[in-house]
Nanobody
Framework: QVHLVESGGGAVQAGGSLRLSCDAS??????????MGWFRQAPEMEREGIAV???????DYAESVKGRFIISRDNAKNALYLHMNRLKPEDTAMYYC??????????????????WGQGTQVTVSS
């Protein structure tokens, strides 16, 4: 089992940038093989996939953030990052990182992962 902790959220103006971090601890022996992802959930809305990255660095993004957000990972540090640029008010949400075993193929951009962090709030004002 893996314990995940997000950080880096905050309040920013539209057009600004933030970098979110996700640090893994616990049993990280297989971290480098995991699918890792960022998800967000706004009040009264479904949790949605934002970006995912596989063991080989293959990424996938939600259409709403393509060209603005970049997901990356550092397996040596058991860390996951989300660089968020040109933020919009509609990006306001609680952001969660997640991990799950990678069976092959592209990591799913759906909130079906086994391990989750506690979330970090991102608020974007116009």
């Amino acid at each position: 089992q893996v314990h995940l902790v997000e950080s880096g959220g905050g309040a920013v103006q539209a057009g600004g940038s933030l970098r979110l971090s996700c640090d893994a601890s616990g049993d990280t022996s297989n971290y480098r093989y995991y699918c890792m992802g960022w998800f967000r959930q706004a009040p009264e809305m479904e949790r949605e996939g934002i970006a995912v990255i596989g063991h080989d660095g293959r990424t996938d993004y939600a259409e709403s953030v393509k060209g603005r957000f970049i997901i990356s990972r550092d397996n040596a540090k058991n860390a996951l990052y989300l660089h968020m640029n040109r933020l919009k008010p509609e990006d306001t949400a609680m952001y969660y990182c997640a991990a799950d075993i990678e069976y092959g193929g592209k990591c799913p951009l759906h909130p079906t992962y086994n391990y989750w962090g506690q979330g970090t709030q991102v608020t974007v004002s116009s």
